[in-house]
Antibody, heavy 116, light 110 residues
Framework: EVQLVESGGGLVQPGGSLRISCVASGFTFSSYWCHWVRQAPGKGLVWVASIKFDGSETNIADSVKGRFTISRDNAKNTVYLQMNSLRVEDTAVYYC?????????WGQGTLVTVSS | QSALTQPASVSASPGQSITISCAGTNSDVGAYNFVSWHQQHPDKAPKLIIYDVTNRPSGVSNRFSASKSGNTASLTISGLQSEDEADYYCSSYTTRKTWVFGGGTKVTVL
């Protein structure tokens, strides 16, 4: 089955760190750009980061630049989002997405809650 | 990067047509033909319904159509059905090599 499955979300204190993962299956993972998109409770979708199919290029939203890092391991069909210096406003469901154009596929999301 | 501008809500009766606008700038919507539309039902993951301004992925109803003029893209849903009740988001690639989403539009079928 073609799918993306996120994991690693949870409760973390402000200032803390968390790494979330997204495992792909059913397609050639190494051929696609991947993205992280987040959605705060009751709010809209916000693009966070993207990584090229071979990992040679990454792009990060200004709102998380310097705190979040995107990476991938094509041997494990996995893309990661390392989140440091977390803030209350980073609380959201984090979705992994394959491409955002013709071959777009969304995962089911993982909830990250930043609270003391 | 500011979000693209969409109306907060749109409503219509079954069988009618609605159009959702997505206003950007010449650094995003107006710069490339890389505008997509995503449908999201409550507590579900988004789903792509339009890519590259006008194209429908396989399996998406032809009641969904879209276009772009200058810095504004539009999504039209014709023959509105109850299952179309959802949130709709536009997205666009930008000249800074980032992506930006619209604020979302809640579609209500009366």
């Amino acid at each position: 089955e073609v799918q993306l499955v996120e994991s690693g979300g949870g409760l973390v204190q402000p200032g803390g760190s968390l790494r979330i993962s997204c495992v792909a299956s059913g397609f050639t993972f190494s051929s696609y750009w991947c993205h992280w998109v987040r959605q705060a409770p009751g709010k809209g979708l916000v693009w966070v980061a993207s990584i090229k199919f071979d990992g040679s290029e990454t792009n990060i939203a200004d709102s998380v630049k310097g705190r979040f890092t995107i990476s991938r391991d094509n041997a494990k069909n996995t893309v990661y989002l390392q989140m440091n210096s977390l803030r209350v406003e980073d609380t959201a469901v984090y979705y992994c997405a394959r491409d955002l154009r013709p071959d777009c596929l969304w995962g089911q999301g993982t909830l990250v809650t930043v609270s003391s | 990067q500011s979000a693209l501008t969409q109306p907060a809500s749109v409503s219509a009766s079954p069988g009618q047509s609605i159009t959702i606008s997505c206003a950007g700038t010449n650094s995003d919507v107006g710069a490339y033909n890389f505008v997509s539309w995503h449908q999201q039902h409550p507590d579900k993951a988004p789903k792509l319904i339009i890519y590259d301004v006008t194209n429908r992925p396989s399996g998406v109803s032809n009641r969904f159509s879209a276009s772009k003029s200058g810095n504004t893209a539009s999504l039209t849903i014709s023959g509105l059905q109850s299952e179309d009740e959802a949130d709709y988001y536009c997205s666009s690639y930008t000249t800074r090599k980032t992506w930006v989403f619209g604020g979302g539009t809640k579609v209500t079928v009366l």
